[in-house]
């Protein structure tokens, strides 16, 4: 789980308290033994199609390149595939969804993803 009040997340993209305020459940990815967040991916149980939506993902600013903070160096890579992992286990350990997620694909990944 991620507090947005409690982890520093004033320097990423998105505005990860909105997400826990619209009610979504909020993963944090960390190091083990490392305080730092690496990643982070909020997510609805959708009971309707037996899924966990992935409503967004997003690596910490010292791993994404698209942020102004990012000196160009990405700490980790691979972020991304992590948080959607995640979103796996969820599916399939907590919610019994055999590991089904769902997802829109918004920037050039929309290809990748095809």
């Given at each position: 789980?991620?507090?947005?009040?409690?982890?520093?997340?004033?320097?990423?993209?998105?505005?990860?308290?909105?997400?826990?305020?619209?009610?979504?459940?909020?993963?944090?990815?960390?190091?083990?033994?490392?305080?730092?967040?690496?990643?982070?991916?909020?997510?609805?149980?959708?009971?309707?199609?037996?899924?966990?939506?992935?409503?967004?993902?997003?690596?910490?600013?010292?791993?994404?390149?698209?942020?102004?903070?990012?000196?160009?160096?990405?700490?980790?890579?691979?972020?991304?595939?992590?948080?959607?992992?995640?979103?796996?286990?969820?599916?399939?350990?907590?919610?019994g969804y055999n590991g089904v997620v769902e997802f829109?694909?918004?920037?050039?990944?929309?290809?990748?993803?095809?």
């Amino acid at each position: 789980m991620c507090d947005p009040k409690k982890d520093n997340t004033e320097k990423w993209l998105f505005d990860w308290g909105k997400e826990v305020r619209q009610g979504y459940d909020v993963r944090a990815l960390r190091v083990e033994g490392e305080p730092d967040i690496k990643g982070l991916m909020s997510y609805t149980d959708n009971s309707k199609n037996l899924s966990v939506w992935l409503n967004l993902a997003e690596a910490s600013p010292e791993n994404n390149k698209k942020n102004p903070s990012n000196n160009g160096v990405k700490e980790y890579s691979g972020i991304g595939g992590h948080l959607t992992a995640i979103g796996v286990k969820e599916s399939y350990e907590e919610l019994g969804y055999n590991g089904v997620v769902e997802f829109e694909a918004k920037t050039e990944l929309i290809e990748y993803y095809k």
